[in-house]
């Protein structure tokens, strides 16, 4: 089992940043595939960022690239999101997740259709104009 805990919303003006955290714990070591996720109220959950530790890949959807980086602290188990220029349509709850994955294709694949094993209970972020 995997227990991830996320913080770090808050609210922000547009063009602001924020920096989310996920705190991962239990039997960290098997899961290599990581991603962030937004949903907004009333929508299915989007994946916006992804990274397998394996290879240090990555990879962002759209609406975020360019403006949100993902990484993580492997010493520390905690998976990071830096959103910079911040728009009122990045308010949304945000999700991270986590799954053991062979390889980056496989996770990728996992990120694009939202299959992971263990999520975290959501941290809410608001952006105003």
């Known amino acids: 089992q995997v227990q991830l805990v996320e913080s770090g919303g808050g609210s922000v003006q547009a063009g602001g940043s924020l920096r989310l955290s996920c705190a991962a714990s239990g039997y960290t070591y098997s899961a290599n595939c990581l991603g962030w996720f937004r949903q907004y109220p009333g929508k299915e959950r989007e994946g916006i960022a992804s990274i397998y530790t394996g290879t240090g890949s990555t990879d962002y959807s759209d609406s975020v690239k360019g403006r949100f980086i993902i990484s993580r602290d492997n010493g520390k188990k905690i998976l990071y999101l830096q959103m910079n220029s911040l728009l009122p349509e990045d308010t949304a709850t945000y999700y991270c997740?986590?799954?053991?994955?062979?390889?980056?294709?496989?996770?990728?694949?996992?990120?694009?259709?939202?299959?992971?094993?263990?999520w975290g209970q959501g941290t809410q972020v608001t952006v105003s104009s």
């Open positions: 997740a986590a799954d053991r994955a062979l390889n980056w294709v496989m996770c990728r694949n996992s990120w694009l259709s939202s299959d992971f094993g263990y």
